[in-house]
């Protein structure tokens, strides 16, 4: 049995009261122990309806959290009876009313909520003395659990403002949707576990996968009035698209990163450049697996627990032992795990373990890192391991049977996507929405449009993340260029968000922008020599002591006031862990690194370091910061230099310094061409992941690429150059596409045609699939038309579809009357005709696959066509037979719906065999049943 009603109301209003002092997050509030719900309100609202209001709306959530509570103690309430229960559920009230229960409480635990939990625990042991041992047991478990769920609710609740309450308490049904998702994942990690015979080990795995989520379900927004708050993942997640550089076409994997991860095994290595969300992607699998939550196409993955290693954290000493992940994980539970839970996971191989940042493990410790990663492989193979890294070309990590997928540089729609789901992110934090943050995002989506150049920039999500910030912080006005829009950020939070703010200064002589911005670029360039991702406070204390000197500071500002003002005031530090402090994102720290290193002369360790991948960010950031053309020419052919006479690998280099022409701001011609010379004798592309580099070039690369092209190379290279010139995308790189890969046969650079679409922006994208994609997308032969979307993978998006619907639609419209249509390929196909339609006016006969038009409809316009459905090989995996309804509803509709003539259809075989297998009935009227017609798009007119 569950919670008795009447334990169930006495824990409703501990709840609730604990909801109010922390919502209201106010001291008067707080220590006001013992005061009814109503009383606790009314310090706080003085308007006698919103108090009401108030109190109804918090009550409301209240129950709903005990009633979650109450279903966790079926076992507990066996030899509990209904006094016993209530006597608990009156007790456990009082605990929750303790300021411990506070945002001063919790900011005393570090903001932990299972410390808070703790806490609460030891401070009420002694009101147990009267209890029996399972009267006892039941209050520890509902203290827990009644403390543990009202903070995690308060999370989801937006920051009270007693000018924004009438707003609040309009949103009440979207926010007593949220307060329920919360509850149903609780109850659904719950139940992941509870098939384990032990409930103290189904217990304890319930509070670690909470307290997996509650950790990695945040991710960082930067900017003024946002700050480095974190905010809730699954607002702000972008799915983004994964591959595989083509190395057997029958292998290759591309699609978005769930279903190519669904595909990969179980042995993973994930590789991005610099902000390309890899640590972000990792923490949302973590959160998902914790929650039992997947996508379908990662259902393997289900009933497992994730398991995430941060091996910055490890940049001594050894790599961590299973039994110190929970540690690792969740310090808060450390000591509480059952013995050899760890190990019995990784045994069963329910176990997701995610090892996040390689490439943060410094040169001399990979050996020591592939020797710990291949052992812990080997011992557990049932386990998924999933890697993260930038791109190792430095060598040092070789992990066997681990398959490498690459994170794609995000195209229109993901960019699109992830604007507004920042807006929607920051929407969640504000009271009211003065400022229109949906116009907002709406407003930058314009204006990147209007401004291609800035676009093109905005390739991951960092960068993304940053333009989004700097848009509402600057009021619309954005920079231009890597250098504008790093200086604009380092700006942005090292001076101008406490100003705005009038935070004054705690050190005795206040420190200017350009003092503090030379204390951290300092400090990060000896992070980057030394190698590190973290250091301890008194490292950064003797870097900080070594820089002071040379600012010229009469009043030099004290150590301790200097560190508080660095790490709690300038938005670039944090403290993953006390004592010790990183900057918010590496990024930041190569881009300040970059500065110092160029300050100190320092091009030739610049050089000799720029294929390590450490080094490769810091090397493009130095050529954005070059002073002048003598330096960015000394640059270059020091480079160039190093790669002809060097050991190493030249091939990186040349790259490098073709992808910092398009960075350096001034440069001689004559230094120019010499690194033009050099990619033109050095070779072509043979991985996707090096598109980067070649296009970071622009249109300098765009003869380079045409020439390479011309000598005819394999489908393997053929993609890597379709997938430079499109990230180029100009119209000198569509003019070298249109000529030379338009009329391709092979799939492999298909794909890469098709994917190339989300890199062309605005106007272009209509003349890209006419020019390029047009003479195998569609072929029209006299009246008859035929369209072959089979390349275009399930996840192409829908403004990718619109964009060939368009495009074909203008060209079909310009042709004589097409009088037959045939589609080949089902993704999109209901899309495709919707925007065709209109097109075809004298159509009368349609070919297409049954699952093609499934989605959308044939409409009422295909009553006048004759209609042949075939069915795909994907079709044998439909097994419901509302499926089958749907086909049978619209061959019946193209039949009889339609007033006049009736149309003919017909079907292939297995096809009509599949309807009538599942539906049991025959189809109404007369139906053509052949394999011919069917057929006649792949053998009559495709061939």
Not at 352 to 374: Q, Y
Not at 852 to 872: F, N, S, V
Request: charged share 25%; glycine share 8%; aromatic share 6%.
């Amino acid at each position: 049995m569950g919670l008795a009603s009447t334990a169930i109301v006495t824990l409703s209003v501990g709840i609730t009261k604990a909801l109010i002092k922390l919502w209201l997050d106010d001291r008067t509030v707080a220590i006001a122990a013992g005061r009814s719900i109503a009383d606790l309100i009314g310090l706080k609202v003085k308007d006698a309806l919103k108090k009401k209001d108030t109190k109804r709306y918090l009550d409301q959530i209240g129950d709903d959290v005990a009633k979650s509570v109450s279903t966790l103690f079926e076992a507990e309430g066996i030899d509990v009876d209904e006094g016993g229960q209530e006597a608990v559920a009156r007790e456990v009230a009082i605990a929750l009313d303790d300021p411990l229960l506070s945002p001063q409480g919790m900011a005393e635990a570090n903001l932990d909520k299972d410390l808070v939990a703790q806490a609460l625990m030891r401070k009420y042991a002694g009101k147990k003395r009267s209890f029996s041992e399972p009267e006892s047991a039941m209050f520890d478990r509902m203290l827990m659990e009644a403390a543990q769920r009202t903070l995690r609710i308060v999370q989801v609740l937006p920051n009270f403002q007693v000018a924004a309450l009438g707003t609040i308490l309009s949103r009440q049904a979207d926010i007593h949707a949220d307060v329920r998702r919360v509850l149903a994942d609780i109850q659904r990690m719950w139940e992941a576990a509870e098939h384990n015979a032990d409930r103290r080990v189904a217990r304890f795995e319930t509070r670690y996968r909470q307290a997996i989520e509650d950790k990695l379900n945040r991710v960082q927004l930067f900017g003024i009035r946002t700050g480095t708050r974190s905010y809730p993942l699954n607002v702000a997640f972008v799915t983004l698209e994964a591959e595989q550089d083509v190395d057997h076409e029958e292998t290759h994997l591309e699609g978005s990163v769930h279903e190519v991860l669904g595909q990969a095994g179980n042995r993973v290595w994930v590789t991005g450049i610099a902000g390309a969300g890899k640590t972000t992607l990792l923490q949302w699998l973590a959160v998902q697996v914790a929650r039992d939550d997947l996508p379908e196409t990662l259902a393997d993955w289900s009933g497992r627990v994730p398991f995430f290693i941060r091996l910055r954290q490890f940049y001594e000493g050894d790599f961590p032992s299973p039994r110190t992940w929970v540690r690792a994980a969740v310090q808060a539970l450390d000591g509480s795990a059952p013995r050899h839970w760890v190990n019995d996971r990784l045994d069963d191989g329910r176990a997701v373990v995610l090892i996040d940042g390689i490439d943060e493990v410094v040169e001399g410790r990979r050996e020591a890192f592939r020797a710990w990663a291949e052992e812990l492989m080997a011992v557990y193979p049932k386990v998924i391991w999933v890697f993260s890294s930038r791109p190792l070309t430095d060598g040092g990590v070789e992990l066997t049977g681990v398959r490498e997928i690459a994170l794609r540089s995000m195209g229109q729609a993901q960019v699109r996507t992830f604007i507004e789901h920042w807006h929607a992110a920051v929407a969640e934090e504000v009271a009211s929405d003065e400022e229109g943050l949906a116009e907002l995002g709406e407003a930058l989506q314009t204006r990147l449009r209007d401004r291609p150049n800035l676009r093109r920039l905005i390739t991951n999500p960092l960068l993304c993340a940053m333009v989004c910030a700097l848009h509402r912080d600057r009021r619309k006005l954005l920079p231009d260029g890597r250098r504008g829009l790093y200086d604009a950020c380092t700006e942005m939070l090292l001076d101008l968000r406490d100003r705005q703010r009038e935070v004054p200064d705690a050190s005795a002589q206040p420190l200017s922008f350009n003092h503090k911005r030379a204390l951290l670029a300092e400090l990060a360039y000896y992070m980057l020599r030394n190698g590190l991702s973290v250091v301890p406070f008194e490292q950064m204390d003797t870097q900080f002591k070594r820089t002071l000197p040379r600012l010229g500071l009469s009043d030099p500002p004290d150590q301790d006031a200097l560190r508080r003002l660095m790490v709690e005031r300038s938005g670039m530090l944090r403290m993953p862990e006390p004592g010790r402090v990183d900057f918010v994102h590496k990024s930041f720290m190569e881009f300040l690194a970059a500065e110092a290193l160029l300050a100190a002369g320092d091009i030739g360790a610049l050089v000799d370091k720029a294929t390590e991948s450490g080094w490769r960010e810091v090397y493009l950031h130095a050529a954005s910061q070059t002073r002048g053309a003598a330096e960015a020419g000394g640059l270059v052919q020091a480079t160039l230099k190093r790669a002809k006479e060097g050991p190493g690998v030249p091939h990186q280099l040349i790259l490098l310094a073709f992808a910092a022409l398009h960075e350096i701001r001034q440069i001689e011609p004559a230094d120019r061409q010499c690194v033009v010379v050099a990619v033109d004798e050095l070779g072509q592309p043979e991985k996707l992941s090096e598109a980067e580099y070649w296009s970071a070039a622009g249109d300098l690369v765009v003869p380079v690429i045409a020439g390479i092209l011309d000598r005819r190379p394999s489908s393997r290279v053929v993609c890597a150059c379709v997938r430079v010139l499109a990230q180029v995308g100009s119209p000198a790189a569509l003019d070298v596409l249109s000529s030379r890969c338009s009329h391709e046969q092979r799939q492999a650079v298909r794909r890469a045609l098709i994917y190339g679409v989300e890199f062309i922006l605005g106007e272009q994208r209509t003349e890209y699939v006419l020019r390029v994609l047009g003479a195998w997308l569609c072929r029209i032969d006299g009246p008859r038309a035929s369209i072959d979307i089979s390349s275009c993978p399930p996840n192409i998006g829908v403004s990718i579809l619109d964009a060939l619907g368009k495009a074909l639609a203008e060209r079909l419209r310009r042709e004589a009357a097409i009088g037959e249509l045939f589609i080949a390929g089902s993704c999109g196909a209901g899309r495709l005709l919707q925007i065709l339609c209109k097109s075809l006016p004298a159509l009368r006969v349609l070919g297409v696959s049954i699952e093609g038009c499934m989605r959308h409809g044939l409409g009422p316009w295909l009553g006048r066509a004759e209609l042949i459905l075939w069915m795909d090989e994907s079709l044998d995996s439909w097994k419901a037979a509302d499926w089958m309804r749907v086909v049978r509803s619209q061959v019946q509709y193209a039949l009889h719906a339609i007033p006049g003539e009736r149309r003919r259809v017909s079907l292939d075989t297995r096809l009509w065999d599949r309807i009538s297998r599942h539906m049991g009935v025959s189809l109404l009227g007369s139906v053509q049943v052949t394999d011919t017609l069917a057929m006649r798009f792949k053998h009559e007119w495709w061939d």
